[in-house]
């Protein structure tokens, strides 16, 4: 298993920008990629962006607005939001696909309002 751990949720004005973190750890040599998703009260979990190698995918509505990256301290995946949205509120799970299975982390708390 791979875990992982999210931090940088936090309440912010619309237009404003917040960094969010994922350190993660354990069977890291069998991860395949890693990427955002995102669940909102009463809607499904959704795929917010996802790096694999150095390919990176977003989705329709964070796109040109969202940055999914690995930054250069070890095991750390961020996702860099920018212009936020009152409809960005949700809840921001760090995922790794792995050989095997796939992880998840338990989540940090983006609320966009003014």
């Known amino acids: 298993q791979v875990q992982l751990v999210e931090s940088g949720g936090t309440l912010v004005q619309p237009g404003g920008s917040l960094r969010l973190s994922c350190v993660y750890s354990?069977?890291?040599?069998?991860?395949?990629?890693m990427g955002w998703y995102r669940q909102a009260p009463g809607k499904q979990r959704e795929l917010v962006a996802t790096?694999?190698?150095?390919?990176?995918h977003y989705a329709d509505s964070v796109k040109g607005r969202f940055t999914i990256s690995r930054g250069n301290a070890k095991n750390t995946l961020y996702l860099q939001m920018d212009s936020l949205k009152p409809e960005d509120t949700a809840l921001y799970y760090c995922?790794?696909?792995?050989?095997?299975?796939?992880?998840w982390g338990q989540g940090t708390q983006v609320t966009v309002s003014a």
């Open positions: 354990g069977r890291i040599s069998t991860i395949i990629s």
């Open positions: 995922r790794a696909t792995r050989v095997g299975g796939v992880d």
């Open positions: 790096i694999t190698g150095s390919t990176t």
